[in-house]
């Protein structure tokens, strides 16, 4: 059974930093791009960052480029967002979510809630 | 960045109707479109990928269309349980970018 279980969230004042884990069980995690997507409270979905396989090819949303770095562990099955200069607007429940072969999202981890708050 | 329209944003339905979603794409996306149906508190499910192809264990009554930059989610028979929030993404070109999401509520 494919599973995604995100860690790291919590409270943290603006301009602090938090990192994200999704550790990945179930399938080979080496072989799937992964990404992080994010949902503020009542709001719709944002995708946020993505990273190939391998780790040749990562992507950002505007919004968080430069101060967001996604990354992975293969060895570890585990995926990480490495989040600096929060601000109040980065306030989300974090899910990380499998690309399938179609680029479509066919996993979804619980999600992790980050809130930014002085 | 591509924009996705999606409509309407919310709506009541009866028990047994057909409902379609819409999103609209700002430029070509090759059919690089997928359909999520999320339910309060929980993860967003995929139910159609590459515009028309439905994932498995989706019931047989979702099927996804394209027309033009206009791509479509129809739900046939409306059950119960079809009640959520029902997403677009389009993968085509990144930045990803959703829809802004159809609230569907029985009537």
């Known amino acids: 059974e494919v599973q995604l279980v995100e860690s790291g969230g919590g409270l943290v004042q603006p301009g602090r930093s938090l990192k994200l884990s999704c550790v990945a069980s179930?399938?080979?995690?080496?072989?799937?791009?992964m990404n992080w997507i994010r949902q503020a409270p009542g709001k719709g979905l944002e995708w946020v960052a993505y990273?190939?396989?391998?780790?040749?090819?990562?992507y950002y949303a505007e919004t968080v480029k430069g101060r967001f770095t996604i990354s992975r562990d293969n060895a570890k099955n585990t995926l990480y967002l490495q989040m600096t200069s929060l601000r109040s607007e980065d306030t989300a429940l974090y899910y990380c979510?499998?690309?399938?072969?179609?680029?479509?999202?066919?996993?979804w981890g619980q999600g992790v809630m980050v809130t930014v708050s002085s | 960045d591509i924009q996705m329209t999606q409509s309407p944003s919310s709506i009541s339905v009866s028990l047994g109707d057909r409902f379609t979603i819409t999103c609209r794409a700002s430029?070509?996306?090759?059919?690089?479109l997928s359909w999520y149906q999320q339910k309060p508190e929980k993860s967003p499910k995929l139910m159609i990928y590459?515009?028309?192809n439905l994932e498995d264990g989706v019931p047989s009554r979702f099927s996804g269309s394209r027309s033009g930059s206009d791509y479509s989610l129809t739900i046939n028979s409306l059950e119960s349980e079809d009640t959520g929030i029902y997403f677009c993404?389009?993968?085509?070109?990144?930045?990803?970018?959703f829809g802004g999401g159809t609230k569907l509520e029985l009537k």
């Open positions: 979510a499998r690309a399938k072969v179609s680029q479509s999202l066919d996993y």
């Open positions: 179930g399938f080979t995690f080496s072989n799937y791009g």
């Open positions: 990273i190939s396989s391998g780790s040749s090819y990562i």
């Open positions: 430029q070509d996306i090759g059919n690089y």
């Open positions: 590459r515009a028309t």
């Open positions: 993404l389009q993968h085509k070109q990144y930045p990803w970018t």
